[in-house]
């Protein structure tokens, strides 16, 4: 019979620490309920993370090298329409 009152008291305890570590915390903390059963989950999260930064590193590449052109194109122009100036005089 007493085996049986500390197996409870060890199945209230583990039920207890569940409860607290996988409930109240991650509910005090605004994050998501049972983190435990999450490593895949965060796994997929840090991959859409890595994603989203090389798409944005990517972009920035791409806007760097439109900047690029637009300035040989300013500058071509702006010869052209000195070339133009010089022509009229």
């Known amino acids: 019979m007493r085996i049986f009152s ?4 060890l199945a209230l305890v583990f ?3 569940f409860g607290w570590t996988q ?4 509910f005090a903390k605004g ?3 049972f983190p435990a059963f999450r490593a895949r989950t965060k796994l997929e999260e840090e991959l859409v993370e890595i994603r989203e930064e ?3 590193l990517e972009l920035e590449k791409r806007v760097e ?3 690029k052109n637009l300035n040989r ?3 071509v122009k702006a010869v ?5 100036e010089s022509d009229k005089k």
């Open 6 to 9: 500390v197996l409870d008291l």
């Open 65 to 67: 090298s439109e900047r």
């Open 80 to 84: 052209n329409d000195e070339e133009k």
């Open 31 to 33: 994050t998501k309920l």
């Open 54 to 56: 090389r798409d944005v």
């Open 15 to 17: 039920m207890g620490w």
């Open 73 to 75: 194109v300013r500058n």
């Open 23 to 26: 409930i109240v915390v991650p």
